[in-house]
């Protein structure tokens, strides 16, 4: 069994614990040892990578991917590639987030059926490289809802599958399990700028919610929504969906169903996509119409006190932007975790907690996946400088000296001479 030694390094364990000096030894695919400056540990015929004193963490962990995505212009763009090249091209995202130090993706939707199905079981197969995978389903939704952009003389696919009625629904629900999804994903919300279904619009029925969350319960499947409004955020725990993205219109409430259903449920507000729609410069936002910009204003602001409400209550907040589209493109993820830190005040050890430890949560492995700790999954890694001062490190792929991934090294530690310039610092 391979032995892998980091010899002084210093160690962020994503509990959120101050990082310490330390040694850390991998045996096989797993953590076998921990060790604070000091300590004696055997480091026998391990191979031996010198820290001198870069950082090591667990990977990062996306709750929010969507990698079949593609960093599209417009949603109707993925309705034209065809699967097979759609196929490819999902496993070349995915591979692009595990380069970027994401060893771990939750999917929020799919944009075909089995893409997120395929590439998972390729990853898992070890046939690609990517990162661990829970796959989703495409967004189930309603006609003229999030995600439906045909006009009645012209058909037109996007990531969208579109239901009316809870047996639809229900069928859409099944079907999805049995091509062998881990999330379904409905959108009982609409989105600023989808204009039959807005972002203050709530547009699935209580039915149609209940069809799919009783599927999923028979299954032991797990429900995530696209849920902006209050409304829609309540229904979706009236019926047990565990993973709610944006509750960026939630009332107080919705902030006391969240708390309390805090042990079992996940919130991402995805700001991300939002911030980027906001402030990036290219010609034809600049066009975004006054309403909407409106709109995306407030619910990046009201999104941002709604989850600072949320932490002070104990819910698990997790980073994850919509990345996938081509102004806020894969593999850029690693820039919620700013988001986290300047939009929602947290600091930057915590801000890595929701995408290290909660991460390992969201992924139903959090026994064994988030953490530096003895027993736990090898998913590690290891950065030049301190991230716990500056998350911003995360988003710089020359900062991630390495990136292992079960005990194996996707991308390898640098020669001597890179290593003593991490010294020299
Ligand atoms: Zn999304």
Known sequence: MGRILFRDVSIIDGTG???????LLVEGNRIKAVAPRGAAMAAGDAEIVEGRGATVMPGLIEPHAHP????????EGLGAIPPEEHTLLTARYCRELLDAGFTS???AA?????LDVAVRNAINAGDIPGPRMLAASPEMTITGGLGDVRLHHLHRDTFGYICDGEEEFRKAARLFVREGVDTLKINPSGDEGVPSARARHTVMTEAEVAAVCEVARSREKRVAAHARTAESVKMCLRHGVEIIYHATLADEEALDMLEAAKDRVFVAPTLGLTWMTLKVERPFRADLPVDVRRTLEFELENGAANM??????????MPGGDYGFSWNPIPSNARDIEHFVNLLGMSPLEAIVSATKWGGEIMLRGDELGQVKEGFLADLLLVDGDPSKDVRILQDRDRLLAIMQDGRFRKRPPMQGQSQ?????
């Open 421 to 425: 310039r991490v010294a020299a610092e």
């Open 110 to 114: 799919a944009a075909k059926p089995r």
């Open 105 to 107: 993706i939750h999917s």
């Open 308 to 317: 600072r409400s949320l932490l002070k209550r104990g819910v698990r907040v």
């Open 17 to 23: 614990k101050a990082p310490f000096a330390g040694d």
């Open 68 to 75: 079949s995505f593609c960093n599209t212009e417009t949603i």
